[in-house]
Protein backbone atom coordinates (compact mmCIF):
# COMPACT_ATOMS: atom_id res chain seq x y z
CA UNK A 1 0.00 0.00 0.00
CA UNK A 2 1.58 3.50 -0.63
CA UNK A 3 2.45 5.96 1.87
CA UNK A 4 0.64 9.19 1.84
CA UNK A 5 2.56 12.13 3.38
CA UNK A 6 0.40 13.14 6.64
CA UNK A 7 0.99 16.90 5.63
CA UNK A 8 -0.16 17.51 2.32
CA UNK A 9 -1.18 14.03 0.87
CA UNK A 10 0.94 13.69 -2.04
CA UNK A 11 1.57 9.57 -2.60
CA UNK A 12 5.63 9.21 -1.42
CA UNK A 13 7.78 8.56 -3.70
CA UNK A 14 12.06 8.13 -3.96
CA UNK A 15 12.03 9.14 -7.85
CA UNK A 16 12.20 12.20 -8.72
CA UNK A 17 12.64 15.30 -6.15
CA UNK A 18 11.10 17.24 -8.40
CA UNK A 19 7.50 15.88 -8.20
CA UNK A 20 5.18 15.87 -5.17
CA UNK A 21 6.00 13.69 -2.57
CA UNK A 22 9.77 12.88 -2.52
CA UNK A 23 11.20 11.59 0.18
CA UNK A 24 14.95 9.75 0.49
CA UNK A 25 14.66 6.50 0.30
CA UNK A 26 17.23 6.39 3.18
CA UNK A 27 14.40 7.55 5.65
CA UNK A 28 11.06 6.23 3.55
CA UNK A 29 10.47 3.56 6.04
CA UNK A 30 9.94 5.95 8.77
CA UNK A 31 8.86 8.78 7.09
CA UNK A 32 5.53 10.06 7.58
CA UNK A 33 5.73 13.44 5.61
CA UNK A 34 7.63 14.64 2.12
CA UNK A 35 10.71 16.45 1.79
CA UNK A 36 8.73 19.44 0.92
CA UNK A 37 6.29 19.21 4.21
CA UNK A 38 9.03 18.75 6.66
CA UNK A 39 11.42 21.77 5.51
CA UNK A 40 8.46 23.86 5.60
CA UNK A 41 6.82 22.84 8.92
CA UNK A 42 10.68 22.75 10.64
CA UNK A 43 12.44 25.06 8.51
CA UNK A 44 10.43 27.57 7.14
CA UNK A 45 11.60 26.76 3.34
CA UNK A 46 9.16 27.75 1.05
CA UNK A 47 8.42 25.76 -2.28
CA UNK A 48 5.90 25.17 -4.87
CA UNK A 49 4.84 21.96 -6.37
CA UNK A 50 4.29 23.14 -10.46
CA UNK A 51 0.82 20.86 -10.35
CA UNK A 52 -1.71 21.81 -12.02
CA UNK A 53 -4.48 21.97 -9.42
CA UNK A 54 -7.77 20.23 -10.81
CA UNK A 55 -10.58 22.05 -9.44
CA UNK A 56 -13.22 21.01 -11.99
CA UNK A 57 -12.37 17.43 -10.83
CA UNK A 58 -12.29 18.69 -7.32
CA UNK A 59 -16.15 20.42 -8.01
CA UNK A 60 -17.46 17.23 -9.61
CA UNK A 61 -16.22 14.40 -7.04
CA UNK A 62 -17.65 16.32 -4.14
CA UNK A 63 -21.07 16.65 -6.59
CA UNK A 64 -21.81 13.22 -7.10
CA UNK A 65 -20.53 12.16 -3.11
CA UNK A 66 -24.46 12.07 -2.02
CA UNK A 67 -23.48 12.06 1.77
CA UNK A 68 -21.29 15.06 1.69
CA UNK A 69 -21.26 18.34 3.11
CA UNK A 70 -19.26 21.33 2.23
CA UNK A 71 -17.50 23.71 4.54
CA UNK A 72 -16.32 26.60 2.10
CA UNK A 73 -13.69 28.75 3.50
CA UNK A 74 -13.55 32.83 2.59
CA UNK A 75 -10.80 34.79 3.72
CA UNK A 76 -12.29 37.85 5.45
CA UNK A 77 -10.07 40.23 3.45
CA UNK A 78 -10.76 38.43 0.05
CA UNK A 79 -14.73 38.19 -0.26
CA UNK A 80 -14.78 38.51 -4.35
CA UNK A 81 -17.12 37.89 -7.26
CA UNK A 82 -14.76 35.10 -7.74
CA UNK A 83 -15.62 33.72 -4.17
CA UNK A 84 -19.70 33.89 -5.40
CA UNK A 85 -18.85 31.99 -8.33
CA UNK A 86 -16.81 29.03 -6.68
CA UNK A 87 -19.51 28.54 -3.73
CA UNK A 88 -22.13 28.54 -6.09
CA UNK A 89 -21.04 25.68 -8.25
CA UNK A 90 -21.27 22.98 -5.18
CA UNK A 91 -24.29 21.52 -5.12
CA UNK A 92 -24.10 20.37 -1.47
CA UNK A 93 -25.38 21.33 1.76
CA UNK A 94 -23.06 24.29 2.19
CA UNK A 95 -21.36 25.97 5.42
CA UNK A 96 -20.01 29.42 4.91
CA UNK A 97 -17.18 30.42 7.37
CA UNK A 98 -15.41 33.17 6.97
CA UNK A 99 -12.28 32.80 8.19
CA UNK A 100 -9.24 34.98 10.12
CA UNK A 101 -11.84 36.38 12.32
CA UNK A 102 -8.79 37.84 14.64
CA UNK A 103 -7.53 39.87 11.96
CA UNK A 104 -10.46 42.24 11.71
CA UNK A 105 -11.10 45.57 13.59
CA UNK A 106 -13.67 45.23 16.55
CA UNK A 107 -15.47 47.83 15.08
CA UNK A 108 -16.67 45.37 12.11
CA UNK A 109 -19.67 43.79 13.68
CA UNK A 110 -20.53 40.30 12.19
CA UNK A 111 -24.34 40.67 11.94
CA UNK A 112 -23.78 43.47 8.99
CA UNK A 113 -21.07 41.46 7.77
CA UNK A 114 -23.24 38.36 7.01
CA UNK A 115 -26.12 40.66 5.92
CA UNK A 116 -23.70 41.86 3.25
CA UNK A 117 -22.71 38.13 2.28
CA UNK A 118 -26.24 37.09 2.19
CA UNK A 119 -27.25 39.94 -0.38
CA UNK A 120 -23.86 39.61 -2.43
CA UNK A 121 -22.23 36.25 -2.24
CA UNK A 122 -24.28 33.38 -0.82
CA UNK A 123 -28.08 33.35 0.63
CA UNK A 124 -27.90 30.92 3.33
CA UNK A 125 -28.00 31.11 7.51
CA UNK A 126 -25.18 29.03 7.88
CA UNK A 127 -22.40 31.47 8.44
CA UNK A 128 -20.27 31.75 10.55
CA UNK A 129 -17.51 33.46 11.40
CA UNK A 130 -14.24 31.56 12.99
CA UNK A 131 -10.57 31.99 13.57
CA UNK A 132 -8.74 28.87 14.23
CA UNK A 133 -6.43 31.34 16.61
CA UNK A 134 -8.59 32.13 19.16
CA UNK A 135 -10.35 29.34 19.02
CA UNK A 136 -13.70 31.77 17.98
CA UNK A 137 -16.77 29.18 16.57
CA UNK A 138 -14.52 26.30 15.95
CA UNK A 139 -16.31 23.90 18.55
CA UNK A 140 -19.74 25.56 17.64
CA UNK A 141 -19.01 25.04 14.43
CA UNK A 142 -18.22 20.93 15.10
CA UNK A 143 -21.27 20.93 17.51
CA UNK A 144 -23.58 22.28 14.12
CA UNK A 145 -22.57 19.79 11.73
CA UNK A 146 -22.92 17.12 14.09
CA UNK A 147 -26.45 18.13 15.24
CA UNK A 148 -27.07 18.62 11.31
CA UNK A 149 -25.69 14.91 11.02
CA UNK A 150 -23.29 15.58 8.56
CA UNK A 151 -20.95 11.93 8.06
CA UNK A 152 -18.56 13.57 5.48
CA UNK A 153 -17.50 17.45 4.98
CA UNK A 154 -15.50 18.49 2.58
CA UNK A 155 -13.05 21.56 3.75
CA UNK A 156 -12.95 23.76 0.41
CA UNK A 157 -11.98 27.20 -0.56
CA UNK A 158 -8.53 29.12 -1.88
CA UNK A 159 -5.13 28.91 -1.20
CA UNK A 160 -4.61 31.20 2.18
CA UNK A 161 -8.08 30.42 2.76
CA UNK A 162 -6.94 28.92 6.36
CA UNK A 163 -8.15 25.55 5.91
CA UNK A 164 -5.44 23.80 6.80
CA UNK A 165 -4.92 25.37 10.00
CA UNK A 166 -8.32 25.15 10.22
CA UNK A 167 -8.16 21.24 9.99
CA UNK A 168 -5.51 21.37 12.28
CA UNK A 169 -7.56 23.22 15.27
CA UNK A 170 -10.03 20.56 14.65
CA UNK A 171 -7.83 18.24 15.56
CA UNK A 172 -6.42 19.66 18.36
CA UNK A 173 -9.72 20.54 20.23
CA UNK A 174 -10.29 16.58 20.06
CA UNK A 175 -6.68 15.84 21.68
CA UNK A 176 -5.03 14.76 17.95
CA UNK A 177 -2.25 15.43 16.55
CA UNK A 178 -2.17 18.32 13.80
CA UNK A 179 -1.08 16.95 11.01
CA UNK A 180 -1.93 19.15 7.90
CA UNK A 181 1.24 21.16 6.49
CA UNK A 182 -0.09 25.29 6.64
CA UNK A 183 1.80 28.15 4.80
CA UNK A 184 0.55 30.83 2.60
CA UNK A 185 1.71 29.78 -0.81
CA UNK A 186 -0.70 27.93 -3.33
CA UNK A 187 -0.72 23.90 -3.71
CA UNK A 188 1.01 23.28 0.24
CA UNK A 189 -2.34 20.42 0.19
CA UNK A 190 -1.57 18.51 -2.90
CA UNK A 191 -4.52 15.62 -2.89
CA UNK A 192 -7.25 14.61 -0.41
CA UNK A 193 -6.66 13.81 2.92
CA UNK A 194 -9.39 12.43 4.93
CA UNK A 195 -9.31 12.17 8.60
CA UNK A 196 -11.64 10.38 10.77
CA UNK A 197 -12.77 12.44 13.55
CA UNK A 198 -15.18 9.59 15.23
CA UNK A 199 -17.48 6.95 14.02
CA UNK A 200 -19.70 9.21 12.23
CA UNK A 201 -18.02 12.09 10.67
CA UNK A 202 -15.09 12.27 8.63
CA UNK A 203 -13.48 15.44 7.18
CA UNK A 204 -11.66 15.71 3.98
CA UNK A 205 -9.11 18.44 3.17
CA UNK A 206 -8.93 19.44 -0.47
CA UNK A 207 -6.24 21.23 -2.42
CA UNK A 208 -6.62 25.13 -2.54
CA UNK A 209 -8.10 26.25 -5.44
CA UNK A 210 -5.46 28.64 -7.55
CA UNK A 211 -6.90 32.59 -7.89
CA UNK A 212 -4.45 33.43 -11.11
CA UNK A 213 -5.44 36.75 -10.51
CA UNK A 214 -4.48 36.76 -6.40
CA UNK A 215 -1.22 38.94 -5.59
CA UNK A 216 0.40 35.94 -4.64
CA UNK A 217 1.15 35.07 -8.58
CA UNK A 218 3.00 38.49 -8.94
CA UNK A 219 5.32 38.46 -5.67
CA UNK A 220 8.23 36.08 -4.34
CA UNK A 221 6.28 33.43 -1.72
CA UNK A 222 8.50 34.76 1.43
CA UNK A 223 7.66 38.03 0.66
CA UNK A 224 4.13 36.93 0.59
CA UNK A 225 4.03 35.62 3.93
CA UNK A 226 5.41 38.64 5.34
CA UNK A 227 2.02 40.89 3.52
CA UNK A 228 -0.41 39.34 5.92
CA UNK A 229 -1.10 40.59 8.27
CA UNK A 230 -1.31 37.87 12.07
CA UNK A 231 -2.92 40.00 14.06
CA UNK A 232 -5.93 42.37 14.63
CA UNK A 233 -5.01 44.89 12.09
CA UNK A 234 -5.42 48.97 12.80
CA UNK A 235 -6.99 50.94 9.92
CA UNK A 236 -5.24 53.24 8.40
CA UNK A 237 -7.28 56.36 7.07
CA UNK A 238 -5.90 58.93 4.87
CA UNK A 239 -7.67 62.49 4.03
CA UNK A 240 -6.72 63.04 0.53
CA UNK A 241 -6.72 66.01 -1.17
CA UNK A 242 -6.58 66.41 -5.18
CA UNK A 243 -3.60 65.11 -6.85
CA UNK A 244 -2.18 63.43 -3.96
CA UNK A 245 -1.71 60.00 -3.51
CA UNK A 246 -1.01 57.14 -0.83
CA UNK A 247 1.77 54.52 -1.73
CA UNK A 248 1.96 51.14 0.37
CA UNK A 249 5.55 49.57 0.10
CA UNK A 250 6.69 48.96 -3.60
CA UNK A 251 3.30 47.36 -4.53
CA UNK A 252 0.43 50.01 -4.95
CA UNK A 253 -0.20 53.34 -5.59
CA UNK A 254 -3.53 55.28 -5.11
CA UNK A 255 -4.32 58.31 -6.16
CA UNK A 256 -6.76 60.83 -5.75
CA UNK A 257 -7.44 61.92 -9.27
CA UNK A 258 -11.15 63.99 -8.67
CA UNK A 259 -11.02 67.57 -7.99
CA UNK A 260 -12.19 67.76 -4.01
CA UNK A 261 -10.40 65.66 -1.38
CA UNK A 262 -11.35 62.20 0.09
CA UNK A 263 -11.03 59.29 2.42
CA UNK A 264 -9.32 56.19 1.65
CA UNK A 265 -9.04 53.43 4.66
CA UNK A 266 -6.57 50.42 4.51
CA UNK A 267 -8.17 47.52 5.43
CA UNK A 268 -4.53 45.72 5.01
CA UNK A 269 -1.66 45.04 7.13
CA UNK A 270 -1.07 47.81 9.16
CA UNK A 271 2.88 47.41 9.45
CA UNK A 272 3.47 48.01 5.60
CA UNK A 273 4.58 51.19 4.83
CA UNK A 274 2.06 53.79 4.01
CA UNK A 275 3.18 57.18 2.52
CA UNK A 276 1.50 60.35 1.11
CA UNK A 277 3.20 62.21 -2.07
CA UNK A 278 1.86 64.26 -4.65
CA UNK A 279 0.68 63.29 -7.54
CA UNK A 280 3.55 64.46 -9.54
CA UNK A 281 5.97 62.30 -7.99
CA UNK A 282 6.52 59.48 -10.43
CA UNK A 283 6.85 56.58 -8.01
CA UNK A 284 5.07 53.20 -8.69
CA UNK A 285 3.92 54.94 -11.82
CA UNK A 286 5.32 52.39 -13.80
CA UNK A 287 2.81 49.77 -12.84
CA UNK A 288 0.03 48.63 -14.55
CA UNK A 289 -3.32 51.19 -13.88
CA UNK A 290 -7.12 51.91 -13.71
CA UNK A 291 -8.87 54.36 -13.35
CA UNK A 292 -12.25 53.91 -11.19
CA UNK A 293 -15.46 56.08 -10.71
CA UNK A 294 -16.65 55.69 -7.34
CA UNK A 295 -20.57 56.84 -7.09
CA UNK A 296 -21.07 55.39 -3.89
CA UNK A 297 -19.43 54.25 -0.52
CA UNK A 298 -17.20 51.69 -2.39
CA UNK A 299 -13.84 49.37 -1.50
CA UNK A 300 -11.34 48.92 -3.82
CA UNK A 301 -10.08 45.08 -3.50
CA UNK A 302 -6.63 44.16 -4.11
CA UNK A 303 -7.04 40.32 -4.45
CA UNK A 304 -4.75 38.59 -1.43
CA UNK A 305 -3.96 41.48 0.03
CA UNK A 306 -7.45 42.94 1.36
CA UNK A 307 -8.98 46.41 0.36
CA UNK A 308 -9.53 50.42 0.59
CA UNK A 309 -12.53 51.59 1.51
CA UNK A 310 -13.05 55.24 -0.46
CA UNK A 311 -15.92 56.89 1.40
CA UNK A 312 -16.89 59.97 -1.50
CA UNK A 313 -17.99 60.01 -5.18
CA UNK A 314 -15.08 60.78 -6.89
CA UNK A 315 -12.28 59.30 -9.22
CA UNK A 316 -9.22 57.28 -8.53
CA UNK A 317 -6.22 55.88 -10.15
CA UNK A 318 -5.00 52.43 -8.75
CA UNK A 319 -1.13 50.60 -9.85
CA UNK A 320 -0.84 47.61 -8.63
CA UNK A 321 1.76 44.49 -9.66
CA UNK A 322 -0.87 43.74 -12.25
CA UNK A 323 -4.45 44.92 -13.15
CA UNK A 324 -6.04 41.42 -12.30
CA UNK A 325 -5.56 42.03 -8.99
CA UNK A 326 -7.72 45.24 -8.90
CA UNK A 327 -11.47 45.00 -8.54
CA UNK A 328 -14.14 46.69 -6.88
CA UNK A 329 -17.43 45.88 -5.01
CA UNK A 330 -20.24 48.10 -2.73
CA UNK A 331 -18.59 48.92 0.13
CA UNK A 332 -18.64 45.83 2.79
CA UNK A 333 -18.92 47.82 5.58
Given at each position: M??????????LQTDSINKEGFIKSSVYDKADYCERC???????????????????GIV????????ASVAFLIDALNINEKTKKYINRFKNNKYILITKKDVLPKSLKENKLKD????????????????????YNIDEFINKVTTDNVHRLYIVGFTNSGKSTFINHILTSLNKAPTITTSSIPNTTASYIAIKLNSK??????????????????VNYNKMVKLYPKK????KTFQVRSSYSVIVNDILRIEN???????FSFYMNDKLRYEKIKSKNDKLKILP??????VEPTDILINGLGFIRITKPGTVRVYALDNKIISKRKSMI
Amino acid sequence: MNKKCLGCGSVLQTDSINKEGFIKSSVYDKADYCERCFKIIHYGEYSVLDKKIDTDGIVRNINSDKVASVAFLIDALNINEKTKKYINRFKNNKYILITKKDVLPKSLKENKLKDYIKENIYNTDNIMFISSFKNYNIDEFINKVTTDNVHRLYIVGFTNSGKSTFINHILTSLNKAPTITTSSIPNTTASYIAIKLNSKLTIVDTPGFIDNDAIYNFVNYNKMVKLYPKKELKVKTFQVRSSYSVIVNDILRIENTSSKSNSFSFYMNDKLRYEKIKSKNDKLKILPNMEYDIVEPTDILINGLGFIRITKPGTVRVYALDNKIISKRKSMI
